[in-house]
């Protein structure tokens, strides 16, 4: 089997619900990241792109990751991005719902038929508008009912729940993070101060030019970084701020009932779109661009619903296996924070130096539009294993409903 490759990698800024990028429907945003990554490879001209002699064109096919598929980017966003990009017809499409990592999983799914020889070059991505997301009226058994009925937001989380799906597994997102902190013991000043670093680190690295060339403003929006950022955020602000999911009994060691998580310390509801570009070796001539990291080892693994943060901590594992190496080697984790406190669960079990995760911020401050945020955590790592000289990194996300994902790198610059 050949090997792939990540060629290319970008992102939108990312908005915070009903702000910056609501007035964009996701198929736009999606097929904005589509045609913005294509005009960076300078080997996919409109020739490429189209083929000749009844061959077919550069890109054999396009995957994109969505969470929801209720509103404006139902019917395969991933075709539609693609034809409202403007590229060929002749170009085929899917989409991956993984929930959280459906964008990470459109990649993973991708580097596969690469490796078998299926494909030569592939664009993956993902999107998500939460802002836009539908709420939804559930289809009545017989018509005309003389009662109410409740509309369903799609925003997130649990919706028209299975009656047959036990209680303890369709718990929201938040007193799931709860229940597992709890299990963890991972405090409130630990949280706090885990997110109060995303955020100065965002900041910093924005400020730094980190992200001058991972993220392609979008048109007809005033936004060109990433609006969730505050800066000289601290544990003594995020301290401050309310519970959400429980009521706070005053015990900041986690390892009581009263409530942990809030506002600050969680990822916000965002918009936001991503993209990549994977290839085999030889898809550098076609491409015309030089490869930045090696696809090495993939895992995917699943726990108890309830327990959904927790399962990076076995899908690394298994990638890692996959890649044949140790975490002694890793030299950069890209692990989504959908929450602090999953996050901290998550470096805690695979005892690492926390100095080495999210490097250039995290979800708690960017923002995590679910389906965009696998790509936006694979295209950092790829970039930061670049600009830093380390060989290997691992990016990893936490998905509702009790599963994880992993990708390792490894820098081709530095083997």
């Given at each position: 089997?050949?090997?792939?490759?990540?060629?290319?990698?970008?992102?939108?800024?990312?908005?915070?619900?009903?702000?910056?990028?609501?007035?964009?429907?996701?198929?736009?945003?999606?097929?904005?990241?589509?045609?913005?990554?294509?005009?960076?490879?300078?080997?996919?001209?409109?020739?490429?792109?189209?083929?000749?002699?009844?061959?077919?064109?550069?890109?054999?096919?396009?995957?994109?990751?969505?969470?929801?598929?209720?509103?404006?980017?139902?019917?395969?966003?991933?075709?539609?991005?693609?034809l409202l990009a403007g590229?060929?017809?002749?170009?085929?499409?899917?989409?991956?719902?993984?929930?959280?990592?459906?964008?990470?999983?459109?990649?993973?799914?991708?580097?596969?038929?690469?490796?078998?020889?299926?494909?030569?070059?592939?664009?993956?991505?993902?999107?998500?508008?939460?802002?836009?997301?539908?709420?939804?009226?559930?289809?009545?058994?017989?018509?005309?009912?003389?009662?109410?009925?409740?509309?369903?937001?799609?925003?997130?989380?649990?919706?028209?729940?299975?009656?047959?799906?036990?209680?303890?597994?369709?718990?929201?997102?938040?007193?799931?993070?709860?229940?597992?902190?709890?299990?963890?013991?991972?405090?409130?000043?630990?949280?706090d101060e885990f997110a109060?670093?995303?955020?100065?680190?965002?900041?910093?690295?924005?400020?730094?030019?980190?992200?001058?060339?991972?993220?392609?403003?979008?048109?007809?929006?005033?936004?060109?970084?990433?609006?969730?950022?505050?800066?000289?955020?601290?544990?003594?602000?995020?301290?401050?701020?309310?519970?959400?999911?429980?009521?706070?009994?005053?015990?900041?060691?986690?390892?009581?009932?009263?409530?942990?998580?809030?506002?600050?310390?969680?990822?916000?509801?965002?918009?936001?779109?991503?993209?990549?570009?994977?290839?085999?070796?030889?898809?550098?001539?076609?491409?015309?661009?030089?490869?930045?990291?090696?696809?090495?080892?993939?895992?995917?693994?699943?726990?108890?619903?309830?327990?959904?943060?927790?399962?990076?901590?076995?899908?690394?594992?298994?990638?890692?296996?996959?890649?044949?190496?140790?975490?002694?080697?890793?030299?950069?984790?890209?692990?989504?924070?959908?929450?602090?406190?999953?996050?901290?669960?998550?470096?805690?079990?695979?005892?690492?130096?926390?100095?080495?995760?999210?490097?250039?911020?995290?979800?708690?401050?960017?923002?995590?539009?679910?389906?965009?945020?696998?790509?936006?955590?694979?295209?950092?790592?790829?970039?930061?294993?670049?600009?830093?000289?380390?060989?290997?990194?691992?990016?990893?996300?936490?998905?509702?409903?009790?599963?994880?994902?992993?990708?390792v790198l490894e820098n081709?610059?530095?083997?």
């Open positions: 089997m050949t090997d792939a490759f990540v060629y290319d990698a970008i992102r939108t800024p990312f908005g915070k619900f009903g702000s910056g990028l609501a007035g964009v429907r996701p198929d736009d945003l999606a097929a904005h990241m589509v045609r913005s990554i294509v005009d960076r490879a300078p080997g996919l001209t409109p020739e490429a792109l189209e083929g000749s002699d009844g061959e077919p064109g550069a890109i054999d096919e396009v995957i994109f990751g969505n969470a929801n598929g209720a509103g404006e980017e139902n019917r395969n966003v991933a075709r539609m991005a693609t590229l060929p017809v002749s170009i085929p499409g899917t989409t991956v719902n993984r929930l959280c990592g459906s964008s990470l999983d459109a990649a993973m799914i991708a580097s596969r038929q690469i490796q078998v020889g299926d494909a030569d070059v592939m664009l993956v991505g993902g999107v998500e508008s939460m802002s836009r997301a539908p709420w939804v009226l559930p289809k009545t058994e017989k018509p005309y009912p003389a009662g109410d009925m409740n509309l369903a937001s799609t925003t997130l989380g649990w919706r028209l729940v299975n009656a047959n799906m036990p209680a303890e597994w369709t718990v929201s997102l938040g007193e799931a993070t709860e229940q597992l902190r709890e299990r963890f013991s991972i405090g409130r000043d630990r949280q109060a670093r995303s955020h100065n680190l965002a900041d910093a690295a924005w400020n730094a030019g980190f992200y001058d060339d991972l993220v392609v403003p979008v048109p007809g929006t005033d936004l060109t970084r990433d609006e969730g950022i505050r800066p000289g955020s601290s544990a003594e602000k995020l301290g401050g701020l309310k519970t959400v999911f429980r009521k706070d009994n005053g015990d900041r060691s986690g390892s009581t009932a009263g409530g942990t998580v809030t506002a600050g310390n969680a990822s916000p509801l965002s918009d936001g779109a991503s993209a990549v570009l994977l290839g085999s070796e030889a898809a550098a001539g076609t491409l015309g661009l030089e490869p930045i990291a090696r696809i090495a080892g993939r895992g995917a693994a699943a726990n108890e619903p309830q327990y959904f943060g927790f399962a990076p901590v076995e899908a690394a594992n298994r990638a890692l296996a996959k890649a044949g190496i140790g975490w002694d080697e890793v030299g950069a984790v890209e692990l989504n924070e959908a929450f602090a406190a999953q996050s901290l669960a998550c470096v805690d079990a695979w005892k690492i130096d926390p100095e080495i995760v999210n490097q250039h911020g995290g979800a708690i401050a960017m923002g995590h539009p679910l389906g965009a945020s696998g790509g936006r955590i694979l295209g950092t790592l790829a970039r930061s294993l670049q600009r830093s000289g380390q060989r290997w990194g691992v990016a990893a996300i936490c998905i509702g409903v009790g599963q994880g994902l992993a990708v081709v610059s530095a083997k």
